[in-house]
């Protein structure tokens, strides 16, 4: 085997995983950010629902279902 062979060789394996790895990351990229900024906007929204309840009946209705306020002494 020659040496310029041999370069040939590792300068194939070197583009490859070169494309590969752009491939890998653009894919990856382009599939998680939709889900990503769908959760954000999603917690937003529930923060402002929340904001807004807590305004318009005040701050004991941030409680949850169930929880009641205890009685100040």
Known sequence: MSWGFA???KH???SFAR???W??????TVALLP??????RFEVQ???RNQ???ILL???SSLGPGMAMMPSR
Not at 23 to 28: M, W
Not at 35 to 40: D, G, K, L
Request: glycine content about 10%.
């Open 58 to 60: 005040g701050t004991g």
């Open 23 to 28: 491939l890998i990351a653009t894919s990856a």
């Open 7 to 9: 370069q040939k060789i």
């Open 46 to 48: 529930e923060m402002q």
């Open 52 to 54: 807004q309840k807590q």
């Open 35 to 40: 889900i990503v900024f769908e959760s954000q």
């Open 19 to 21: 494309t590969s790895t």
């Open 12 to 14: 194939g394996f070197y």
